[in-house]
């Protein structure tokens, strides 16, 4: 600690210099780090750690409800990204609307980042013909270096500001709760963290939260759009034809 508070002080040492007009390297410039919507009375429901087997249920869900929702794909977690099924998924999710985000190849704790980064946003140039301009990463980790790399990818980094604890072990009553206690307050918006990989998150949870949502008047859209209508990808091209390299 008393390091880190040295290394603080030479920064900012550092940093008056530098406005004394002194030579400094230039700081390397960080990805915007959203954690919260900006549109007022929308929420937008963000879905984890897949394409899984839920996926197809969650989406028609929210279609029904006229909705979006956008989902956070790894290329090799619960699943690989390359399996036909979840090929498939990929292709249904992007179809329906959904914004696709890039959640890292295999979800690991800290990201060693290019290498991480670089082949789930392959797979769904691939897939899809899609190049995420979101990234959103495992468990919420960043650190300078990650926010370092997804601005040279041309990435901003999606966090959430409501969580429902699906992947922390809460009941499906818990997260349903976490919801309800969330829209008491009216906020102005929700960014809500899900994951596809729970059949409770998929099969309870979302119709609740979507009609607890809708009753409240919160439009039910993508982070992109919930930001104030940005980009959800840097570029898009037809889908590629498989080959035997796409594997996990
Ligand atoms: C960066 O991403 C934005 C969308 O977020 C896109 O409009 C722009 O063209 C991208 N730039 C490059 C160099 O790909
Ligand atoms: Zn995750």
């Not at 750690?49 to 956070?72: E, H, M, Q």
């Amino acid at each position: 600690m008393k390091t880190f508070t040295a290394l603080l002080a030479l920064f900012s040492a550092a940093g008056a210099l530098a406005a004394g007009g002194a030579t400094s390297q230039p700081r390397a410039s960080l990805a915007t780090v959203y954690s919260s919507c900006v549109n007022n009375k929308q929420a937008a429901l963000t879905f984890d750690d897949g394409p899984y087997l839920w996926l197809n249920d969650i989406s028609k869900f929210l279609v029904a409800a006229g909705g979006k929702g956008t989902f956070c794909f790894n290329g090799n977690n619960w699943a690989c990204i390359y399996d036909t099924d979840s090929q498939n998924r990929v292709k249904y999710a992007y179809a329906h609307g959904h914004q696709l985000v890039s959640h890292t190849w295999s979800h690991p704790i800290s990201i060693p980042v290019h290498n991480e980064m670089w082949r789930i946003e392959q797979a769904l140039e691939r897939i899809v013909g899609v190049s995420p301009a979101f990234m959103r990463p495992p468990y919420g980790n960043y650190n300078n270096l990650v926010l370092e790399v997804a601005k040279q990818r041309n990435q901003s980094v999606i966090m959430w500001d409501l969580d429902t604890g699906d992947s922390l072990g809460a009941s499906v009553a818990q997260s349903e709760k976490v919801y309800s206690d969330a829209v008491a307050k009216n906020p102005r918006n929700i960014l809500a963290l899900n994951h596809e990989t729970y059949s409770g998150t998929a099969e309870t949870i979302v119709p609740y939260a979507i009609k607890l949502l809708q009753s409240k008047g919160y439009q039910l859209v993508t982070v992109a759009e919930c930001l104030g209508g940005l980009a959800p990808y840097q570029w898009t091209a037809p889908p590629q034809t498989p080959d035997p390299s796409w594997t996990c």
